[in-house]
């Protein structure tokens, strides 16, 4: 019997690590792009958020209505950022911090109007878990990583294609050199200012859309700032990973596991307070990111005003 108990912590813990670190995985791999380019989103938080509340709104028309609602509602703030940043070169690091602090007045907002003051009884329509025949059946590791809703499977079927995109093509090779050496791309006919536009909008989409994993394959509700920063975890997660999409997926799964390890824990029955299963993700992070950046370079013109 505790054999099974404990398999059972198992899977759970697993397929919560999973489920947790999707919305990261979003915007993370999404970040990553945009940071290749040249550019560090920290309204990402803010596009994270807006895709949150515009999937809630867009999920009466159904839950895929919902997703794709919040991916156009991502983008949009990445695309407001980005003109000031690109359009008007103000500065990336108070521009960001500006956009984050607009979305989340404005989120809140309009979640007061549409549901509100309280937004009691708020709930949505999920995307059901969706198994992959016979994988699904695996022991341990299929329930954990093949019973997961589509947004997961999404989220990973996107690191290869960025990859692939970033390494093994004419558009990632100018992406690639828009960030690492601006002036020498620009003067090789690279369209630098309308390359980290689009790479920035890009990078919004998918925050928006990790944003929707939160609200439409996770919780099924929306409470203002729910996002709790998951947009700047998801910025270390890419320092982390080393501008990679292969270790932005890692750092990704380790903060998710790390997140369920609170889960796990109370299965276990273990008398430890709350308070240190609620910061226990974050201190991980901080742990493994600051024994990471000692060992890695950022691209050349990250963060650089043109």
Request: net charge positive; charged share 10%.
């Amino acid at each position: 019997m505790t054999s099974a108990v404990e398999a059972g912590a198992l899977i759970g813990f697993l397929a919560a690590s999973v489920r947790v670190a999707t919305p990261l995985l979003f915007a993370a791999i999404g970040e990553t792009v945009t940071e290749r380019a040249g550019i560090i989103n920290l309204g990402l938080e803010g596009a994270m958020l807006a895709g949150a509340l515009a999937s809630a709104l867009g999920a009466s028309a159904g839950p895929w209505a919902g997703v794709a609602a919040g991916g156009l509602a991502g983008a949009a703030v990445a695309a407001a950022f980005a003109a000031w940043v690109v359009g008007a070169r103000v500065n990336q690091i108070i521009a960001g911090t500006a956009v984050t602090l607009a979305c989340v007045g404005l989120t809140g907002t309009i979640y007061r109007q549409a549901y509100g003051a309280g937004g009691a009884g708020l709930s949505l329509p999920t995307l059901a878990v969706l198994p992959v025949p016979g994988l699904s059946r695996l022991p341990v590791l299929g329930p954990a990583l093949f019973a997961q809703p589509t947004l997961t499977y999404l989220s990973l079927v996107l690191v290869p294609a960025v990859w692939w995109v970033l390494y093994r093509t004419r558009l990632g090779l100018a992406v690639r050199a828009t960030g690492e050496a601006t002036e020498l791309a620009r003067a090789a006919g690279v369209p630098v200012r309308a390359l980290r536009f689009w790479a920035t909008v890009f990078g919004g989409a998918l925050a928006g859309l990790g944003g929707a994993s939160l609200v439409l394959a996770q919780v099924g509700t929306f409470a203002e700032k729910m996002t709790a920063g998951r947009g700047y975890v998801a910025i270390a997660i890419v320092v982390l990973g080393r501008w990679h999409p292969g270790g932005v997926a890692l750092a990704a799964l380790l903060f998710g596991a790390a997140t369920a390890l609170q889960f796990l824990f109370q299965a276990l029955g273990l008398s430890v307070p709350y308070q240190f299963f609620l910061m226990l993700p974050y201190v991980l992070t901080l742990v493994a990111l600051g024994g990471a950046v000692r060992r890695v370079e950022a691209p050349a013109g990250l963060a650089k005003d043109e």
